[in-house]
T-cell receptor, first 113, second 116 residues
């Protein structure tokens, strides 16, 4: 099935560092969603983006919907230990007429206190 | 408690057995989804439902059956479990906004299924 290219696959950083991850595709999307999954839990929605160029923040998290509609990035500033987890991007295809999302394979984040 | 719940949280079953995973949501969301999550594959859609009595296949439907007689419930049945169905299963729901502005899905806590 179609998937998004999410990178990096994993990151190991020091507490206080900034983090950046992104998702790209050859297809055009009309929605980008960013989720975080803690160990043993279901994914939790962090940020939803609906317009090309849109830049949205949620606390220390900032996400942008790429101008080309084919990519999105998520930044985390001043990381803390509780940021540990797997971050997923998901997108809704421009031509999609149903609620199915295309998912990235995730970015695993580890934070060293 | 409002939200989306799944039961059981953990299940061990034998090859060939039938097993049903339950999903219940209290938001009255129209859409519901079943995913499986495996290392290296991310989240893969098994089935989804747009409303009561309306279901459709996702990416990996073989070996699974769903039903949706009530809006709030969306059970997933493995008719004859196989080892390849060992996975973590997530249920999700999404509100129907007919302007098309919302595709946000909200997930349950998951069911970890082991088939021996």
């Amino acid at each position: 099935g179609q998937q998004l290219n999410q990178s990096p696959q994993s990151m190991f950083i020091q507490e206080g560092e900034d983090v950046s991850m992104n998702c790209t595709s050859s297809s055009i999307f009309n929605t980008w969603l960013w989720y975080k999954q803690d160990p043993g839990e279901g994914p939790v929605l962090l940020i939803a983006l609906y317009k090309a160029g849109e830049l949205t923040s949620n606390g220390r998290l900032t996400a942008q919907f790429g101008i080309t509609r084919k990519d999105s990035f998520l930044n985390i500033s001043a990381s803390i230990p509780s940021d540990v987890g797997i971050y997923f991007c998901a997108g809704q295809l421009w031509a999609g007429n149903n609620r199915k999302l295309i998912w990235g394979l995730g970015t695993s984040l580890a934070v060293n206190p | 408690d409002a939200g989306i719940t799944q039961s059981p949280r953990y299940k061990i079953t034998e090859t060939g057995r039938q097993v049903t995973l339950m999903c219940h949501q209290t938001w009255s969301h129209s859409y519901m989804f079943w995913y499986r999550q495996d290392l290296g594959h991310g989240l893969r859609l098994i089935y989804y439902s747009a409303a009561a009595d309306i279901t459709d296949k996702g990416e990996v439907p073989d070996g699974y059956v769903v039903s949706r007689s009530k809006t709030e419930n969306f059970p997933l049945t493995l008719e004859s479990a196989t080892r390849s169905q060992t996975s973590v299963y997530f249920c999700a729901s999404s509100e129907a906004i007919w302007t098309g502005d919302s595709y946000e899905q909200y997930f349950g806590p998951g069911t970890r299924l082991t088939v021996t």
